[in-house]
C-alpha cells in the first residue's frame, strides 16, 4: 500500500522523482529488513518460515519490477508528449526502450497520467502468475477450465512427490542432528 500511496504521490506531481525513488527503495528494504527479522524471532516452523521467505521475495521482485516500470514511464512521458504521437513503436531515452504498448498506454492517459497508477491494475499483478509488471497484459476473453484443472493437477502431484521425498528421506537424516542441536550434547 504504501508503494502504490508513493507512487500516486509521485504522478501527480506533490513528490519529486528523486524522492519517491528514495521512498520506494526504503520500502522495498524495510520489506527485507521485516521479513528477515519476524523469521528471526518468532521463530515459525521451518516450512511455514521458508514459504513466508519465499512469499516475501516473490513480492519483492514483483514491487522491484512496478516501482522499475512506474519510473519509466514518469521518465518517458515528457518524451512522448514531445513527439505527440510521431514515434515509430519505441522511444529511446538513456538507453532505456519503452514497448509499443506502453507508449500507447502512455498516449490513452497523456490527459491524466495520474490515472495509470491505479488500485484495480496493482491488484491484477498481485495474482498474476508474473514478476515483470506491464501497463497492459495480453488476455484471453475467456478462461480454459482444462488448462487451470490440468495445472492444479501437476501442482498436487509435485506437492505429494515433495512431501513424500521430505518425509521419507530427508527428515531421518536430519532428525538426529536436529535433536543434537538442541540439547546442546555436541562433542566438540
Known sequence: LLMFGIEKLAFKKVLPNGLAMFLQVLNLASLLILTILFCHYFEPNPLFGLAHMFWCLMMLLKMISYVHIMNEV?????????QNGKSNGHVKQ???????ENIEVIKKYQKNISAIVNAKDILYFYFAPTLSYQLWYPRSSHISWSKVGNMLVKLTLVLVVFMTLLTQQFLPILEPSCKI???GTMVG
Not at 514518469?74 to 514531445?82: D, F, G, H, W, Y
Open 94 to 100: 538513456d538507453e532505456e526502450i519503452v514497448s509499443k
Open 181 to 183: 542441536l538442541i540439547e
Open 74 to 82: 514518469r521518465n518517458t512521458l515528457p518524451k512522448v508528449q514531445e
